[in-house]
């Protein structure tokens, strides 16, 4: 019985051992955008952050959650191939915001070695003249 039990333990850390290897990992283009000083009169803006699946595994975005309904993500929900690049869209709606700087997070969870990423826009909206 102790023969069987040290068995499966051994097998349970080799697969384990082997699965790690072959994780997908995402990694961005860039983290950061900004959007610059743009006016009261044009409040949509739009930025898309590009990314590469560098794992060995597909790559499955699970969720992107923006810090606040001004910013708003779009992205495909199909896996990345190992090597193959993807996109995620933002846009940031400041109708009926304060004029002034603002910095919003984004929040990408992944099946990825590293599972959370945090992407960032900012800005300065002008008043209208």
Do not use: W
Not at 112 to 121: A, D, F, Q, V
């Amino acid at each position: 019985m102790k023969k069987f039990l040290m068995i499966a333990l051994m097998m349970f850390f080799g697969l384990s051992f082997a699965m790690a290897q072959n994780q997908s990992e995402i990694k961005f283009d860039k983290v950061n955008h900004n959007f610059g000083t743009f006016s009261e009169s044009t409040p949509i803006q739009k930025v898309t952050f590009t990314f590469t699946n560098t794992g060995k595994a597909p790559l499955v975005i699970n969720q992107v959650v923006a810090s606040c309904g001004c910013a708003v993500p779009r992205y495909d929900k199909k896996p990345i191939a190992p090597g193959q690049k993807g996109s995620i869209d933002i846009t940031y709606n400041g109708q009926g915001k304060f004029p002034g700087h603002f910095k919003k997070s984004i929040t990408v969870r992944t099946n990825g070695k590293t599972e959370m990423t945090r992407l960032y826009i900012e800005g300065v909206m002008e008043a209208k003249k």
